[in-house]
């Protein structure tokens, strides 16, 4: 996943007031997201297992396989960074203490969709 990170081209996003650069990478195993402010670089990389934990307690209501929220989270990332945000979906950031937390809310089978991106500060190699 982290290689095919790096293939992959940064798009600019808004969030609020303040402006980033993304970049990410969707498998069936898992995501990895790289997200810049030109100061700091963060990421999070988080394979089924953290996914499906992570699901269950932002969306109690929803008891879909991992793959569903998965291709979800990846159509509502992917049409941001193409600059196609779905109007039906929010994205807030917020600075947490040695982090990022990147919130989204939205909708999967007609029921609320939360998710909630724990990104830490990136590794020098990787940047």
């Known amino acids: 996943l982290e290689s095919s990170l790096l293939t992959q081209p940064w798009a600019s996003v808004c969030f609020g007031e303040s402006t980033f650069l993304a970049k ?7 995501y990895v997201l790289l997200i ?7 990421y999070e990389s988080a394979d ?10 932002l969306n109690k ?8 929220f998965l291709h979800r989270l990846s159509n509502l990332v992917c049409c941001l960074l193409a600059g196609q945000p779905d109007t ?3 994205f807030s950031c917020h600075h ?3 982090g990022l937390s990147l919130h989204v809310k ?6 609320p969709f939360y998710w909630d ?9 990787m940047v």
């Open 36 to 42: 810049s402010d030109l100061s700091s670089v963060w």
């Open 96 to 98: 947490i203490a040695g």
């Open 88 to 90: 039906a979906t929010s």
């Open 61 to 68: 209501r929803l008891t879909v396989h991992v793959s569903s």
């Open 106 to 111: 939205s909708e999967l089978s007609g029921l």
């Open 24 to 30: 990410a990478c969707f498998r069936d195993t898992g």
């Open 117 to 125: 991106f724990h990104c830490c500060p990136a590794p020098v190699e």
């Open 48 to 57: 089924v297992e953290v996914v499906g934990q992570r699901s269950k307690e």
